[in-house]
């Protein structure tokens, strides 16, 4: 008598940003590839992996103790194999072999799309693995991604950062930037299209530094991508002011499927600041460039990313960010307290001398500044129409719909879910800081 065997399975634990997300998806695509299933329980998988983020400490820890928590299962089925990937494995290496005991393989940013051959080795020979040599090595390989959305999907273009800002850890765990080749990327972007993608999230650490080797750069890639039939958005995400071109302004201009959102981290409004963290632009240089983006660009949103509590930031130079979120009025703002990340200039050289308290306080004065103006903001939208695409049904309330608006602000309204995966064109009747809400008017397109 015949048996078949039940496929063994895998379970990817994913922290931190959206190249991590991103990461997981390509080793979820190696892993089914090689007839494994997926499963939301760690406890029910044979392949474990914890794709990791080192940026904020308590994500860090948190991977850390949910690894060492798989010691008693592993015990139980020795067959069990543990896998860390991501910044942490890459910045830590060996170390994290003996952090945690119920770990078998330690692989790094760039070894990641070995996972499947350094699995079977492990099983093999039985001895654990450290695999994070390919640091600076380009990859360009045919991967499988296995992407969670089936309208919008994240697309890498590049790797790594040469920057050198001194409290980021990413240009040690990232390696030097690599830029994947133009056409190698709009193949990708055709393949997804085929499959009924509509939206493509370009990713990067500094997207308009994209460069190949034949010196094409993002320009040429936006245009490359606006001509694809069938695409409908395309958004991308970091851009670097110190990268930010004529060049790349105005193809945003002449592309009409780039999303209307520039999201440019700013980090301080302070140039003594800016100079500690080694930023390479200075407050006028970043408010020429939002001047000159909007002048090309009147009806982008425009989102950015903030950091209190730098080591000596003073109160007065704190005043000069809030002065600048007042001045630029984002739509939208990632705000974080400085946190020290052993192996950063910043953590090995500057004293880490804003009180927490301080740091605490400041970073809520800037939210509640920040959550007025998207407030404002969203008012301001009220009664303008904008294209939605239609994600999918609001988790608040069943009977509503939700999508974005090409400045990528969330909207939900009433609809009858067959409108999902379309677009449509909805009239704004409300809004909070984070949501706007809409009736629709017309439906424009459908996949169907
Ligand atoms: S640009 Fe600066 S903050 Fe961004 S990844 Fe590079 S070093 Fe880190």
Request: aromatic share 6%; glycine share 6%; charged share 30%.
């Amino acid at each position: 008598m015949i048996t078949a065997t039940a496929p063994k399975k895998f379970s990817v634990i994913t922290y931190g940003c959206q190249m991590n997300d991103h990461d997981s998806e390509i080793m979820e695509g190696l892993l089914r590839s090689r007839g494994y299933e997926k499963t939301e329980d760690e406890h029910d998988a044979d392949v474990v992996v914890f794709n990791t983020c080192c940026v904020r400490e308590g994500a860090e820890n948190r991977a850390i103790q949910r690894a060492q928590s798989l010691a008693a299962a592993k015990e139980r089925r020795p067959g069990l194999v543990v896998a860390m990937s991501g910044c942490v494995a890459q910045d830590q290496g060996k170390r994290l072999l003996d952090r945690i005991p119920s770990l078998d393989i330690v692989i790094g940013t760039r070894d990641y799309i070995r996972l499947p051959e350094l699995i079977e080795k492990y099983q093999i020979d039985g001895e654990r693995i450290v695999a994070t040599e390919d640091i600076d090595k380009p990859f360009s390989v045919n991967l499988v991604p296995i992407r969670e959305q089936k309208l919008k999907g994240f697309v890498n273009i590049m790797y790594g950062c040469n920057n050198s800002c001194t409290y980021c850890i990413v240009p040690k765990t990232r390696g030097e930037e690599w830029s994947r080749p133009l056409a190698e990327v709009v193949d990708e972007v055709r393949g997804m299209v085929a499959q009924g993608y509509r939206e493509v999230m370009l990713l990067g650490q500094n997207v308009n530094s994209y460069m190949t080797a034949a010196r094409e750069d993002f320009a040429d890639l936006l245009s490359a991508l606006n001509e694809i039939d069938g695409l409908w958005r395309i958004r991308y995400t970091t851009s670097n002011p110190k990268s930010c071109r004529d060049r790349h302004i105005e193809a945003v201009a002449g592309c009409d499927k780039v999303m209307e959102n520039l999201h440019l981290p700013v980090q301080s409004g302070n140039n003594r600041v800016l100079r500690m963290m080694k930023r390479a632009y200075n407050v006028e240089r970043y408010r020429y460039l939002v001047e000159k983006f909007r002048a090309q660009n009147p009806l982008h949103s425009l989102t950015t990313d903030i950091i209190v509590g730098f080591p000596t930031e003073t109160e007065e130079e704190f005043q000069d960010t809030l002065n600048l979120v007042r001045d630029m009025r984002y739509d939208n703002a990632f705000m974080f307290i400085y946190s020290p990340r052993a192996g950063t200039v910043s953590a090995d050289t500057m004293v880490d001398d804003v009180p927490m308290k301080v740091k605490k306080d400041r970073l809520q004065r800037l939210i509640d500044l920040q959550e007025s103006i998207a407030f404002e903001k969203n008012q301001e939208e009220i009664g303008r129409l904008h294209e939605v695409l239609v994600e999918g049904i609001s988790k608040k309330d069943p009977g509503q719909l939700v999508g974005h608006t090409r400045t990528f602000k969330r909207v939900v309204f009433d609809g009858n879910a067959r409108l999902i995966g379309s677009r449509v064109n909805v009239t704004i009747t409300g809004g909070n800081g984070h949501t706007l809400m809409g009736d629709v008017v017309t439906r424009e397109a459908s996949f169907a």
